[in-house]
């Protein structure tokens, strides 16, 4: 998949601008970025919030030959292509809390929104939200989450972190988007993750 990414110093959601893109038939592959949203959100319209410039906040536009309930396999892969570019990159064990969380120590450092429109049993979009915690310092935080400066004392950049969770999901997406034939036990676990 060929990735466009669109930088914004501010947005409302990174997912809402995408949204807009995915109705009016923007490519696949089309991600929107920004260093600060105002009106950031997770599941169950649940806020997330993020300092201005110290996380990585993005979203990507997915055309994908999926049926609709088989879309949660796309939260996984995204949670866990996040996973291990933390692993590659910063020698951080992450864990995958289902459905869509991924925890460093206990705590949360990134959370996946994924957002899709179709009808019937076909998706026509998927537009899916990630956001991890960077440079955040402590007081930055809530109390049950954490960054990778936090964990590290190190600074990561932006570009570095998103062109290796781009790369990572990207080698899935291609695998699953081609092949996935679930079965009705992975479906359902998926559903009641």
Do not use: C
Not at 21 to 50: L, N, Y
Not at 61 to 74: C, F, N, V
Not at 176 to 191: C, D, I, M, R, W
């Amino acid at each position: 998949m060929r990735f466009r990414i669109l930088h914004y110093k501010t947005l409302d959601s990174t997912n809402n601008l995408a949204l807009q893109f995915a109705r009016v038939d923007a490519r696949e592959g089309a991600v929107i970025a920004a260093d600060f949203q105002t009106q950031g959100r997770g599941r169950f319209k649940r806020r997330w919030i993020s300092a201005r410039g110290k996380g990585l906040l993005f979203s990507i536009i997915l055309r994908p030959h999926l049926k609709a309930s088989e879309a949660p396999i796309l939260t996984h892969l995204a949670a866990q292509s996040v996973a291990e570019a933390l692993k590659s990159s910063f020698n951080l064990e992450a864990k995958l809390k289902r459905p869509n969380d991924v925890l460093v120590k206990g705590k949360k450092i990134a959370g996946i929104l994924t957002e899709s429109s179709g009808s019937g049993s076909r998706l026509d979009y998927v537009v899916m939200g990630i956001g991890l915690n960077l440079n955040h310092r402590p007081k930055e935080l809530l109390h049950s989450a954490t960054s990778i400066y936090v964990e590290t004392g190190k600074q990561a950049d932006h570009k570095q972190v998103l062109a290796e969770i781009l790369a990572r999901f990207s080698e899935k997406y291609n695998r699953v988007s081609k092949s996935y034939k679930p079965t009705e036990k992975a479906l359902k676990s998926l559903q009641h993750a």
